[in-house]
C-alpha cells in the first residue's frame, strides 16, 4: 500500500477504530506517525502500522507542504480534517474519500 505526506487515512484496527488522521511521517517497517489535531497533536503523533489504515484518495498540498517547511500546527491539522469530514453532515461523502475511482 502506498501513502504520502499529507494524506488523509482512517483507522481499522485498535481503540481508535474508525477515527480519521492525516500521515505526518513515513517511517521505517510499515509504519506511520498520525495525527488528528485534537488528541494526537503534532507534538505527540500516534505510530500506526500501515496495514490497520485505509488510505484515501486525498492528499491535502497545503498540510503537505507545512510538513516539508517544518510549520505544521494542531490549528492547521484540525481546519483540513474538519473540512473534510463536516461534524453536522455524516452522509458527506466528497470524492477523495472514495477508495476507488468506479464510485464516480
Request: charged content about 35%; proline content about 5%; hydrophobic content about 40%.
Given at each position: 500500500?502506498?501513502?504520502?505526506?499529507?494524506?488523509?487515512?482512517?483507522?481499522?484496527?485498535?481503540?481508535?477504530?474508525?477515527?480519521?488522521?492525516?500521515?505526518?511521517?513515513?517511517?521505517?517497517?510499515?509504519?506511520?506517525?498520525?495525527?488528528?489535531?485534537?488528541?494526537?497533536?503534532?507534538?505527540?503523533?500516534?505510530?500506526?502500522?500501515?496495514?490497520?489504515?485505509?488510505?484515501?484518495?486525498?492528499?491535502?498540498?497545503?498540510?503537505?507542504?507545512?510538513?516539508?517547511?517544518?510549520?505544521?500546527?494542531?490549528?492547521?491539522?484540525?481546519?483540513?480534517l474538519n473540512t473534510i469530514f463536516p461534524a453536522e453532515d455524516k452522509e458527506y461523502n466528497p470524492p477523495c474519500l472514495r477508495t476507488s475511482l468506479a464510485n464516480e
Open positions: 500500500m502506498q501513502v504520502e505526506l499529507g494524506q488523509v487515512v482512517r483507522s481499522l484496527a485498535g481503540r481508535d477504530k474508525g477515527k480519521p488522521y492525516l500521515i505526518i511521517d513515513i517511517m521505517a517497517g510499515g509504519r506511520v506517525l498520525l495525527v488528528d489535531g485534537r488528541i494526537r497533536t503534532v507534538n505527540k503523533p500516534k505510530k500506526k502500522n500501515i496495514k490497520h489504515l485505509q488510505p484515501y484518495r486525498c492528499v491535502i498540498p497545503e498540510i503537505k507542504e507545512r510538513i516539508r517547511l517544518g510549520k505544521l500546527d494542531d490549528k492547521a491539522v484540525r481546519n483540513a
